[in-house]
T-cell receptor, first 116, second 111 residues
Framework: GAVVSQHPSWVICKSGTSVKIECRSLDFQATTMFWYRQFPKQSLMLMATSNEGSKATYEQGVEKDKFLINHASLTLSTLTVTSAHPEDSSFYIC????????????FGQGTRLTVV | GDSVTQMEGPVTLSEEAFLTINCTYTATGYPSLFWYVQYPGEGLQLLLKATKADDKGSNKGFEATYRKETTSFHLEKGSVQVSDSAVYFCALRGSGNQFYFGTGTSLTVIP
């Protein structure tokens, strides 16, 4: 079946540095991808919608200058956490809608980011 | 707005015990409802879904029924196995294809 691959699965970085997370659709094209964030013991919260060939759409309260999203091709979306701080430490996960059966979505493995 | 409220865990059960994880939702209209499962080190996988009221989704012995009157989609399994140990997420699909998730419930099944 269709697979969404997310990389890296975990990363530790120093405060002030930037971290890039990749999300790839392996055997299908995704014009839209979604980025979620999960704090401990909380829901996965939608951060932004990544659109191929156009600007991402950010949810209210999400800083677009801090969380840069690029959807450069039909199989790749990237999330860059810029000037990371410890409060950015979280679990980030991407997803792509199943275009064959529009009800479902495929999810990446998630990325555990720790900023020290 | 749309939201999902899910029973908090963690839940620890003995093998062959009965499992229920409660899930209720708030949404405009009639959303599609899902249960996703995440095994250690893996991504979210669709477990089952229901697209309209009174639909029952089922897979791998798990079941959930879309109850419009109680806005619920509780997950059940009659006899859990060690291999069912995972985190379970209840979710609904919004009108824009985005998903709204519950907090996730960690299940550990002990032999």
């Amino acid at each position: 079946g269709a697979v969404v691959s997310q990389h890296p699965s975990w990363v530790i970085c120093k405060s002030g540095t930037s971290v890039k997370i990749e999300c790839r659709s392996l055997d299908f094209q995704a014009t839209t991808m979604f980025w979620y964030r999960q704090f401990p013991k909380q829901s996965l919260m939608l951060m932004a919608t990544s659109n191929e060939g156009s600007k991402a759409t950010y949810e209210q309260g999400v800083e677009k200058d801090k969380f840069l999203i690029n959807h450069a091709s039909l199989t790749l979306s990237t999330l860059t956490v810029t000037s990371a701080h410890p409060e950015d430490s979280s679990f980030y996960i991407c997803s792509a809608p199943n275009t064959d059966r529009a009800l479902e979505a495929f999810f990446g493995q998630g990325t555990r980011l720790t900023v020290v | 707005g749309d939201s999902v409220t899910q029973m908090e865990g963690p839940v620890t059960l003995s093998e062959e015990a009965f499992l229920t994880i409660n899930c209720t939702y708030t949404a405009t209209g009639y959303p599609s409802l899902f249960w996703y499962v995440q095994y250690p080190g893996e991504g979210l996988q669709l477990l089952l879904k229901a697209t309209k009221a009174d639909d029952k989704g089922s897979n791998k012995g798990f079941e959930a029924t879309y109850r419009k009157e109680t806005t619920s989609f509780h997950l059940e399994k009659g006899s859990v196995q060690v291999s069912d140990s995972a985190v379970y997420f209840c979710a609904l699909r919004g009108s824009g294809n985005q998903f709204y998730f519950g907090t996730g419930t960690s299940l550990t099944v002990i032999p």
